[in-house]
């Protein structure tokens, strides 16, 4: 079946690749949505946590770069990358003491959007990856970098985000892997 046709009028028209078959427009339709979550967090931002704004602020405009970067030429730059590593070593540091394995994802706004955030950078990496592989489409080995650290960037700022309430991370402890209780 044929993909629909857009429409003459522009107002009925919210993306130029909206009907493309291949997921790139996916890919795009994800970095632009965590751009706009970006957004929200800083919206969210507790007073406590002001200090955050700077670093999340300019971090947003590097999450459209990273959406043009596959369709158009890669804007992510490695200065990008270098000042993201950066803010998530200083943030991992700080954190140390608060993180021994996994924890279950809870915590205060803006934790469960920060979360998401973490969560959707992954279906970025995904897409990327299906693109490159399926589509045979290359991509910017740098974005795949960048998209990792930008899922444990936001994973660490929950642990900044609970340690500034004082709210304890919950562990989990998997029944899947590792030695199991003995009966």
């Not at 427009?25 to 970095?31: A, F, G, K, R, W």
């Not at 459209?64 to 200083?90: F, I, K, M, P, T």
């Not at 920060?114 to 910017?140: F, G």
Request: charge should be negative.
């Amino acid at each position: 079946m044929k993909a629909p046709r857009h429409s003459s009028n522009r107002d009925e028209i919210c993306y130029p690749f909206i009907y493309e078959t291949s997921r790139l427009c996916d890919y795009e339709i994800l970095t632009d949505d965590l751009c706009r979550q970006v957004g929200g967090i800083l919206s969210l931002l507790p007073e406590k946590l002001e200090d955050l704004r700077p670093e999340l602020e300019q971090l947003q405009p590097m999450l459209y770069h990273l959406n043009g970067s596959v369709r158009g030429r890669c804007a992510v730059s490695e200065e990008d990358h270098q000042w993201l590593l950066g803010r998530y070593r200083v943030h991992k540091e700080a954190t140390a003491d608060c993180l021994d394995g996994f924890v279950l994802p809870r915590g205060p706004v803006p934790v469960p959007q920060l979360n998401r955030a973490s969560s959707d950078a992954k279906r970025v990496l995904r897409l990327l990856l299906r693109l490159q592989v399926e589509e045979s489409i290359e991509i910017p080995e740098p974005l795949f970098r960048f998209g990792n650290l930008l899922c444990n960037y936001f994973f660490v700022l929950t642990l900044v985000v609970n340690l500034a309430h004082g709210f304890e991370e919950v562990p989990f402890v998997s029944r899947s892997y590792g030695r199991l209780p003995a009966d």
